[in-house]
């Protein structure tokens, strides 16, 4: 069946550089995207979100763009501090259905 | 109150044993979803309510799992003789109006062991 996934299951950054957490998704028809961030025992918390009719949308330090042509998604985080450390997730409604997506998510950790 | 709200945060239970695991949506929020985590996993959709329609039960895994919802208030999500497989954290979610392109609002879920 189609789903979202995410290319890279860790990434380590220094604290104060920029990250980058890529995702692609494989139902066209998909025209609503979410990025999650999951602190270690929470519930995944909201992030940004983005319509099919943009490519880009900006938020307080992340940046999410969205390629159609390529399906592919990704979240930018800038000057990376060490509360940013979590597990990400992208996530989309697949065309019809109400049932939210998930990829299996980026663990994102931050050296100081 | 302002978030979703779950109880019990942890349970651990024996196996063959019935779990109950409530769920409290954000008042005026019409749209109530549970999902199922395992360890280092994503998400698992297991069913969504929306209103007083007849409830989008899918995702769950078998007959064992059930979940009931009482109006646009409260759900249960009842495993019935529990096995070790269903060990995981489950998440309820809700949203506005359960359209396809609104955000959920996620609770800190239940961690349910089962020995």
């Known amino acids: 069946g189609e789903s979202v996934g995410l290319h890279l299951p860790t990434l380590s950054v220094q604290e104060g550089d920029n990250s980058i957490i890529n995702c692609a998704y494989s139902n066209s028809a998909s025209d609503y995207f979410i990025w999650y961030k999951q602190e270690s025992g929470k519930g995944p918390q909201f992030i940004i979100d983005?319509?099919?009719?943009?490519d880009k949308r900006q938020g307080q330090r992340v940046t999410v763009l969205l390629n159609k042509t390529v399906k592919h998604l990704s979240l930018q985080i800038a000057a990376t501090q060490p509360g940013d450390s979590a597990v990400y997730f992208c996530?989309?409604?697949?065309?019809?259905?109400?049932?939210?997506?998930f990829g299996k998510g980026t663990k994102l950790s931050v050296i100081p | 109150g302002a978030g979703v709200s779950q109880s019990p945060s942890n349970k651990v239970t024996e196996k063959g044993k019935d779990v109950e695991l409530r769920c409290d949506p954000i008042?005026?929020?019409?749209?109530l979803y549970w999902y199922r985590q395992r360890l280092g996993q994503g998400l698992e959709f297991l069913i969504y309510?929306?209103?007083?329609?007849?409830?989008?039960k899918s995702g769950l895994p078998s007959d064992r799992f059930s979940a009931e919802r009482t109006g646009e208030s409260v759900s249960t999500l009842t495993i019935q003789r529990t096995q070790q497989e269903d060990s995981a954290v489950y998440l309820c979610a809700s949203s506005s109006y359960g359209a396809t392109n609104e955000k959920l609002f996620f609770g800190s879920g239940t961690q349910l062991s089962v020995l």
């Open positions: 983005i319509r099919s009719n943009m």
């Open positions: 309510f929306q209103g007083n329609s007849a409830p989008d």
């Open positions: 996530a989309d409604f697949g065309a019809g259905s109400y049932q939210l997506t």
């Open positions: 008042s005026g929020h019409t749209a």
